[in-house]
């Protein structure tokens, strides 16, 4: 098969797919449940409201069961009840969810299939039951407390990299609310938490803004965000132009490795100072362009200082970690702090910096951008 009748033959199986699922606008759960004939199990959707019930069966003679029910308008959770014992699952397409467990195991079933994101629950749950034992042999001095927070560090991390492959998955989503002795395990109050839950929070209300686990969630996180402007007031605009040593504003701010980079460090040099974002809707050829500056210049004495508008911190440090020029993006104050001292009110906006530090031009389309970069660096043409 040639690569256009390929591609072509994927094109008419995604259509098919999605215009298939359209046309069910269902899924099903289905399956074994040995020990559990004859007895009754209940469907539930775990909504922001409540739990509600959707439909209950009873277990066939050969433990079968089966139920089909109209798929949610966004992703939700859902649970299945069984003689006191509960199977947690998400639904967001018209998937079909197959089970094969006893009645023992039914929480945490043996076969799972028909969604990854099922099984990556089922992961995120058994960790969260583990730990939850953990807690009570911890209150019991049965385990130190060092080793408990290790197990819970563990699962964090575990949790981190569900979250960061899919944040606008509702188990990133379910990661995050995620409970242990009452307390969530992860918290926008708590600073090295705020950029996952700000992710998903992103990524929710970037693709389902009425959504109301989406409205819920970025709520919180800007709650939080705020919360925290208010009590520290991080950013002293004053000791900013105090301690500038060139004869513009200053600007410090870390890089995607959290090294601290000040703008004028790079006097001396023919610099561009960059306002823009990853998530904007040209990004991709606007950095084509920097780049191509940066290539032609750079050994000749040219620098880009880049300050990011972006929102998400960990969407920011994916876009820009091969990027070869100097990227930094602040909090919520020290970022939005420098976007007002240079009266930023659009992105992209960029000033070109001659070497003494002094502005020579504001936002030159890029095809005028090398005749006034040679000019400040002294190359005839």
Same mark, same amino acid.
């Given at each position: 098969m040639n690569k256009v009748a390929y591609i072509f033959s994927c094109c008419l199986l995604l259509i098919f797919l999605a215009s298939s699922c359209k046309k069910n606008e269902s899924f099903k759960v289905s399956g074994?449940?040995?020990?559990?004939?004859?007895?009754?199990?209940?469907?539930?959707?775990? $909504?922001?409201?409540?739990?509600?019930v959707i439909d209950s069966a009873i277990v066939k003679h050969d433990a079968s069961f089966k139920f089909k029910a109209k798929r949610p308008e966004y992703p939700d959770i859902y649970r299945m009840i069984l003689e006191g014992k509960q199977f947690v699952f998400s639904v967001?397409?018209?998937?079909?969810? @197959?089970?094969?467990?006893?009645?023992? %195991?039914?929480?945490?079933?043996?076969?799972?299939?028909?969604?990854?994101?099922?099984?990556?629950? @089922?992961?995120?749950? =058994?960790?969260?039951?583990? !730990?939850? $034992?953990?807690?009570?042999?911890?209150?019991?001095?049965?385990?130190?407390? %060092?080793?408990?927070?290790?197990?819970?560090?563990?699962?964090?991390?575990?949790?981190?990299?569900?979250?960061?492959?899919?944040?606008?998955?509702?188990?990133?989503?379910?990661?995050? +609310?995620?409970?242990v002795g009452g307390y969530f395990l992860f918290s926008p109050y708590e600073k090295e938490d705020r950029a996952f839950c700000a992710a998903v929070a992103t990524a929710f209300h970037t693709f389902m803004p009425e959504y109301q686990r989406s409205k819920n969630l970025y709520a919180l996180v800007l709650g939080a965000i705020q919360a925290e402007r208010a009590e520290k007031n991080a950013y002293d605009i004053q000791k900013m132009v105090?301690?500038?040593?060139?004869?513009?504003?200053?600007? @410090?701010?870390p890089d995607v490795n959290?090294?601290? @980079?000040?703008?004028?460090?790079? =006097?001396?040099?023919? *610099?561009?100072?960059? +306002?823009s974002a990853a998530e904007m809707p040209n990004n991709t050829a606007y950095i084509f362009e920097l780049r191509d500056l940066y290539n032609r210049y750079h050994? =000749?004495? +040219?620098?880009?200082?880049?300050?990011?508008?972006?929102?998400?911190? !960990?969407?920011?440090?994916d876009a820009v970690k091969a990027l070869p020029w100097i990227c930094v993006r602040g909090e919520q104050g020290s970022g939005e702090e420098c976007f007002r001292l240079y009266n930023i009110s659009q992105i992209p906006t960029? *000033?070109? *910096?001659?070497?003494?530090?002094?502005?020579?031009?504001?936002?030159?389309?890029?095809e005028d951008m090398p005749s006034h970069i040679e000019k400040q660096l002294g190359i005839n043409r």
């Open positions: 074994m449940i040995q020990g559990a004939e004859g007895k009754q199990i209940y469907l539930e959707q775990m $909504a922001l409201s409540g739990n509600v967001d397409s018209c998937e079909h969810i @197959q089970i094969y467990t006893s009645l023992e %195991d039914f929480s945490y079933p043996d076969s799972i299939s028909g969604s990854d994101k099922v099984k990556q629950m @089922q992961v995120l749950r =058994k960790s969260v039951a583990n !730990l939850q $034992a953990d807690y009570l042999k911890a209150v019991q001095n049965e385990l130190s407390v %060092d080793e408990f927070r290790m197990n819970i560090e563990k699962h964090k991390e575990m949790a981190r990299k569900i979250i960061l492959q899919n944040p606008r998955s509702i188990v990133a989503y379910y990661a995050l +609310f995620q409970k105090d301690n500038a040593e060139v004869g513009f504003l200053d600007i @410090q701010l959290g090294q601290t @980079q000040t703008l004028s460090s790079l =006097k001396g040099n023919v *610099f561009l100072l960059d +306002f050994e =000749k004495g +040219f620098q880009i200082y880049q300050v990011s508008a972006d929102r998400s911190l !960990l969407l920011w440090q960029n *000033f070109l *910096f001659g070497k003494d530090g002094v502005i020579v031009a504001k936002n030159i389309p890029f």
